[in-house]
């Protein structure tokens, strides 16, 4: 009797520090991305266009960066390339921001480099699911404990950045309650005196760092060579073929439908909270409320799939996408509005890491790069760009011209109503079946497919 196949500390340690680095950037930029580019002069309409345009690097994913880490090179190199040139992008966005800011002129190039950034980085992240499902003897088990490092990476992230730029306020804070640690803290301050006050382009400087640290240590992460195919030389074409399989094709479709106001949350919230009265200085450490959730629900998750199965673990997410843009739409009082904040693991987990469960089960193993990839491409490539624009039209229509402040209870109304007509529809009418998710991969590494479905190529 042979036992289920365990997870080596050595493998274990090494992909836990590939997903704490890879969301340890976003941490430090997305949650102060809205604030720190109003703060220096962009309307809401340019915010809009500034947080699409980071869809371009998803538009490249499948047809580039498949190609190249399925049948070229090594997934670890590339990660090492890419996070190295992400690095010095982020550098250069905050002196295009400050020129900007003087001339309100070049809006273009700034637009530029902000696509620079998401041409490096955003294919790193379906790269980075690609290499943990191959490496995992038991990916449908295992990556949620390998995954829940990426949550404390971005949690850190966040804190460091609040505690860095609000460290005046945090200062004042410890040494009223903590009389005892003053001198302590006076001499750490003493100590670096010759670090330069904070700055709100801080979190691109934080983030930068990250990605060097993450670029410098791919030389640790388990190599991974392209499982070249002599039958399929263009591993994009050949994953495209993947939708004639009848519950791919409706999985991906209402992940594109949700895609289009899921990025509603990322462009509004932060916003949202500095018009209630939370510091600006603070926000991101607010944010990581919804990161924290996710420890619970990517424990569970596994739990969830084998009693409830993929398809009403997938209307759970939904449902609580609804719950927290219902949330958002009273505003009042202040624990609704961080209650939503906190429904973030739900709906993150039991949407995106279902399906990602479920592309990697499904497609060839020699394609699993330009799958994950072509999965990104379709909802963050497409879907969230075009939900970008949305909101800054949004914002933009429902801003008061005297007070500047926006009607956030019809902002988010408009999402709630369009999650709650593709929910029911969704539950009602489309049929998915569980049984090709929990069965094991054969020797290929393929999932065992259901005798109506064609089989992937």
């Known amino acids: 009797m042979t036992g289920k196949p365990k997870l080596t500390f050595s493998l274990g340690w090494r992909l836990s520090l590939l997903w704490a680095l890879q969301w340890g950037i976003t941490g430090a930029i997305l949650t102060y991305l809205p604030i720190y580019f109003t703060a220096n002069g962009l309307s ?119 505690l860095w730029l609000g460290r005046s306020v945090a200062y004042v804070w410890i040494s009223e309650n903590f009389p005892t640690m003053r001198s302590s803290l006076d001499s750490f301050t003493y100590a670096f005196r010759w670090v330069a006050p904070p700055s709100n382009a801080d979190c691109f400087k934080l983030a930068a760092l990250l990605s060097f640290t993450l670029s410098s240590l791919c030389i640790f992460l388990p190599p991974t060579p392209p499982l070249r195919s002599e039958k399929n030389r263009v591993a994009p074409i050949a994953a495209l073929k993947m939708f004639q399989d009848k519950t791919f094709a409706v999985l991906i479709g209402i992940s594109f439908l949700l895609a289009l106001v899921v990025p509603l949350y990322s462009y509004a919230v932060p916003q949202l909270l500095q018009q209630f009265g939370y510091s600006a200085d603070w926000v991101p450490a607010v944010m990581t409320l919804g990161q924290i959730s996710e420890f619970p629900a990517l424990l569970l998750l596994p739990l969830f799939l084998r009693r409830c199965g993929l398809k009403l673990t997938f209307a759970l997410g939904m449902a609580a996408w609804l719950l927290r843009y219902s949330f958002f739409v009273f505003e009042k009082p202040a624990w609704l509005i961080l209650t939503g904040i906190s429904l973030h693991g739900i709906c993150h987990v039991f949407l995106i890491i279902v399906i990602q469960l479920y592309i990697d089960k499904r497609c060839d193993r020699t394609l699993k790069a330009s799958a994950q990839n072509l999965f990104a491409f379709i909802t963050m490539g497409i879907a969230m760009p075009l939900g970008f624009l949305m909101g800054g039209a949004l914002g933009s229509a429902l801003t008061h011209p005297e007070t500047g402040d926006i009607n956030y209870q019809i902002f988010f109304c408009i999402p709630a109503v369009l999650i709650l007509v593709l929910l029911i529809v969704f539950y009602r009418y489309v049929r998915i079946e569980d049984e090709n998710l929990n069965a094991p991969a054969n020797p290929d590494g393929e999932a065992s497919l259901p005798s109506n479905s064609s089989q992937p190529a």
């Open 44 to 162: 809401q309409n340019q915010l809009g266009k500034l947080m699409a345009i980071s869809a371009i690097g998803l538009w490249v994913a499948p047809f580039v960066v498949g190609q190249i880490c399925d049948r070229w090179m090594s997934t670890e190199k590339y990660l090492a390339v890419a996070h190295l040139f992400g690095g010095l992008s982020l550098l250069s966005i905050p002196v295009a921001t400050e020129m900007f800011r003087v001339t309100q002129e070049n809006f273009t190039a700034l637009m530029i480099l902000v696509g620079a950034f998401a041409v490096f980085y955003f294919p790193t992240i379906p790269l980075a699911s690609a290499m943990t499902f191959r490496h995992l003897p038991d990916p449908q088990a295992q990556f949620g404990k390998v995954r829940i490092w990426g949550t404390v990476g971005w949690v850190i992230a966040g804190w460091f950045l609040s």
